[in-house]
Nanobody
Framework: QVQLVESGGGLVQAGGSLRLSCAASGRTFSSYGMGWFRQAPGKERELVAVIRSGGSTYYIDSVKGRFTISRDNAKNTVYLQMNSLKPEDTAVYYC?????????????????WGQGTQVTVSS
């Protein structure tokens, strides 16, 4: 049974930083892609960043240069370092693990989800 537990959210002023962590268990972590998603009130859940099993990464344009996704396979943990935060980054952030070993950019490809962590950026 796959379990994902996020931590690290909170309230921060615009321009500040936060680091989200997601600890995974239940499968061989290194074999699967991991993604960070977010959902703001009244909006659909959107992909933020992906890191594949081989380490390659993808970011949506709005976070490029500000956010960094990384993974520590020895700790079964994926991270999202968020710098230069903006009020529009306010959302509940979720980590997710791909169903199979090939991680795509399609949300339906991710079958396992954490409970979410709130990130609030004040102006």
């Amino acid at each position: 049974q796959v379990q994902l537990v996020e931590s690290g959210g909170g309230l921060v002023q615009a321009g500040g930083s936060l680091r989200l962590s997601c600890a995974a268990s239940g499968r061989t972590f290194s074999s699967y892609g991991m993604g960070w998603f977010r959902q703001a009130p009244g909006k659909e859940r959107e992909l933020v960043a992906v890191i594949r099993s081989g380490g390659s990464t993808y970011y949506i344009d709005s976070v490029k240069g500000r956010f960094t996704i990384s993974r520590d396979n020895a700790k079964n943990t994926v991270y999202l370092q968020m710098n230069s935060l903006k009020p529009e980054d306010t959302a509940v952030y979720y980590c997710a693990q791909s169903r199979g070993t090939i991680a795509t950019l399609v949300i339906s490809n991710y079958g396992y989800w954490g409970q979410g962590t709130q990130v609030t950026v004040s102006s």
